[in-house]
């Protein structure tokens, strides 16, 4: 019996160019692996959570060869581009009926990008390169329209990069050609490579933690006003928790300068922080945003205008 593997990881990496990779695009989906035993079809995600009865228009996959394992990501897309929030709208549902409708309004592609078992024999410690070719292979006989290949190249990965940043993708993972898949594993041999920016913000509120906060809510000028955009949990270091504490303990107000949906402490607008984030969510938040540092104020922010809600970043 095929085992229930967890994905193989990658580690942060900056573009690069280099003879030795395969650069595919990252998508912006949910990772799930597929096996097919005995014309039997099991979907799991990183966690090992099923996902079978989530995506019925996976079914095709059963004519697989019996034995095969396949790796690859779950996406919705639109005009190309993989719409995270659209597919999470679908993936949380259990009811059979509300899945038939969602297979109509959200439907599903499945990206492939590896194959770890193949007629019941592993690849596991095969190169990538090898492993590569054997799913093209494989792919060349097939017509499902749900099934698409993962598109890249080798070598030339920062104008890779620069392409598929351009049309609008989250980033690119490298591949070394060499390299053996390592489940559960994040490994050197695979380097996702994302679009990194970076936005001052300022303080409006923090929500308490035993280390003084667990979380800070902030805002940034956006054209010209003041607008709540994301909560920060991560990118702390000890100090930097400690520092802040002390100072927002001392700066209470009892509402958010701004409208902010979240509950918490709040604070007066006046300690400023430094954050990294990969992009804007459609709603207009900071995606995959960290705290770097705090950072001295003037004419960051100034002069201070309130408004609603951010219509556009």
Same mark, same amino acid.
């Given at each position: 019996?095929?085992?229930?593997?967890?994905?193989?990881?990658?580690?942060?990496?900056?573009?690069?160019?280099?003879?030795?990779?395969?650069?595919?695009?990252?998508?912006?989906?949910?990772?799930?692996?597929?096996?097919?035993?005995?014309?039997?079809?099991?979907?799991?995600?990183?966690?090992?959570?099923?996902?079978?009865?989530?995506?019925?228009?996976?079914?095709?996959?059963?004519?697989?060869? @019996?034995?095969?394992?396949?790796?690859?990501?779950?996406?919705?897309?639109?005009?190309?581009?993989?719409?995270?929030?659209?597919?999470?709208?679908?993936?949380?549902?259990?009811?059979?009926?509300?899945?038939?409708?969602?297979?109509?309004?959200?439907? $599903?592609?499945?990206?492939?990008?590896?194959?770890?078992?193949?007629?019941?024999?592993?690849?596991?410690?095969?190169?990538?390169?090898? #492993?590569?070719?054997?799913?093209?292979?494989?792919?060349?006989?097939?017509?499902?329209?749900?099934?698409?290949?993962?598109?890249?190249?080798?070598?030339?990965?920062?104008?890779?990069?620069?392409?598929?940043?351009?049309?609008?993708?989250?980033?690119?993972?490298?591949?070394?050609? @060499?390299?053996?898949?390592?489940?559960?594993? #994040? +490994?050197?041999?695979?380097?996702?490579?994302?679009?990194?920016? $970076?936005?001052?913000?300022? $303080?409006?509120?923090?929500?308490?933690?035993?280390?003084?906060?667990? @979380?800070?809510?902030?805002?940034? +000028? #956006?054209?010209?006003?003041?607008?709540?955009?994301?909560?920060?949990?991560?990118?702390?270091?000890? @100090?930097?928790?400690?520092?802040?504490?002390?100072?927002?303990?001392?700066?209470? #107000?009892?509402?958010?300068?701004?409208?902010? =949906?979240?509950?918490?402490?709040?604070?007066?607008?006046?300690?400023?922080?430094? $954050?990294?984030?990969?992009?804007?969510?459609?709603?207009?938040?900071?995606?995959?945003?960290?705290?770097?540092?705090?950072?001295?104020?003037?004419?960051?922010?100034? =002069?201070?205008?309130?408004?609603?809600?951010?219509?556009?970043?």
């Amino acid at each position: 019996m095929l085992p229930v593997l967890r994905p193989m990881l990658a580690t942060p990496a900056e573009p690069f160019d280099s003879a030795d990779y395969r650069f595919e695009v990252k998508w912006d989906g949910i990772r799930a692996l597929t096996a097919v035993e005995g014309g039997r079809l099991r979907l799991w995600g990183r966690e090992r959570a099923d996902y079978r009865d989530r995506y019925p228009e996976l079914q095709g996959l059963r004519s697989l060869p @019996s034995g095969t394992l396949l790796d690859g990501e779950l996406v919705a897309l639109c005009d190309g581009r993989a719409e995270l929030n659209r597919l999470l709208r679908r993936h949380h549902l259990s009811s059979p009926w509300k899945i038939q409708q969602a297979q109509r309004h959200t439907p $599903v592609r499945y990206i492939l990008f590896d194959i770890l078992y193949y007629h019941g024999r592993s690849l596991l410690d095969e190169p990538f390169k090898r #492993r590569k070719a054997a799913l093209e292979e494989w792919f060349a006989g097939q017509d499902d329209p749900v099934l698409m290949l993962c598109p890249g190249t080798e070598a030339a990965g920062k104008k890779f990069f620069a392409e598929t940043i351009a049309q609008g993708h989250e980033g690119v993972v490298a591949k070394h050609l @060499s390299g053996r898949y390592r489940p559960g594993q #994040r +490994s050197a041999s695979w380097r996702k490579i994302k679009p990194v920016h $970076v936005i001052p913000c300022v $303080v409006i509120g923090y929500t308490p933690g035993p280390e003084g906060f667990h @979380s800070l809510l902030v805002a940034a +000028s #956006r054209q010209g006003t003041l607008r709540y955009v994301g909560e920060l949990t991560c990118g702390f270091t000890a @100090s930097a928790k400690a520092e802040g504490a002390a100072g927002l303990r001392q700066r209470p #107000r009892s509402r958010p300068i701004v409208a902010c =949906p979240k509950r918490a402490q709040w604070v007066e607008p006046e300690w400023y922080c430094q $954050v990294q984030f990969l992009g804007w969510t459609a709603y207009h938040r900071l995606h995959g945003a960290s705290f770097q540092r705090w950072i001295a104020p003037q004419g960051i922010l100034a =002069p201070l205008q309130t408004g609603p809600e951010a219509i556009a970043p």
